[in-house]
């Protein structure tokens, strides 16, 4: 019935949860580590382990007992790679905005409450210039990516995410919490960002969302370079 079908769906939405706080803690957990991060009991969350590892989503370490993601992760991922290969089409976008701006352009994608930068077209017009390799997933409530991707997440998301300790790596950082809601309120309404020093002093990020049916944040476009040549507020 009704009430079956909702435990089913809670089931599920635990396992992803499982999924995504492996996915940002970037190395194996221990099970009351996982439990205690989504605030669930041991109990719960060994259960939903034991059928995620039998299904190969996750895999565990004989020695330390730690769990990590699994390779049929990976395996999924490729399948929708060569299904919709966001890299591909962004391409030809990319080396356009790369050589309009004479800055290095990203392409990233969201995972979970982060983003994983999956393409670069590196500023060929500058002896010196900022860039940053495909894979780096940056610190999500410092960079502009990781703001951009919130904005546009559901609450339960922004909630954890924000419950985690933000370390404020410069002087700029934002870790006040409410300033931060505030910051993806007008990320929906602008559809842009900019993180001026707040990683790295001196260096800024100014980017767009992707969007797909109107509100679904399918990737983001940036620009990284110098903040003498990327002001905070972008001419229009």
């Known amino acids: 019935g009704a009430e079956g079908n909702e435990v089913s769906v809670h089931s599920v939405a635990t396992s992803f949860r499982i999924l995504d706080e492996l996915s940002a803690a970037g190395r194996p957990l221990r099970l009351t580590e996982i439990a205690n991060l989504l605030g669930e009991t041991k109990a719960k969350i060994h259960r939903h382990l034991t059928t995620l590892r039998q299904l190969g989503a996750v895999e565990q370490d004989g020695g330390t007992e730690r769990y990590r993601l699994g390779w049929k992760l990976v395996e999924l991922g490729e399948a929708v790679a060569e299904q919709i290969n966001l890299r591909e089409l962004a391409a030809p976008h990319l080396t356009a905005i790369r050589d309009e701006t004479r800055e290095t352009a990203l392409l990233a994608v969201p995972i979970g409450w982060e983003t994983q930068v999956v393409s670069v077209a590196e500023n060929i017009y500058a002896r010196v210039y900022i860039s940053i390799r495909p894979g780096n997933r940056p610190v999500p409530h410092a960079a502009a990516q990781g703001r951009v991707v919130l904005a546009f997440s559901t609450q339960d998301l922004v909630d954890r995410a924000l419950s985690r300790d933000l370390a404020a790596l410069t002087p700029k950082t934002i870790v006040d919490r409410d300033a931060l809601r ?42 990284v370079g110098l903040t003498s040549s990327i002001p905070s507020v972008p001419d229009p």
Not at 191 to 197: I, Q
Not at 213 to 218: E, I, N, V, Y
């Open 182 to 223: 505030d910051r993806f309120e007008l990320i929906r309404e602008r559809l842009w960002d900019t993180a001026d020093s707040e990683i790295i002093e001196g260096v800024n990020t100014l980017l767009v969302p992707i969007l797909r049916d109107g509100s679904q944040l399918a990737g983001v476009v940036s620009i």
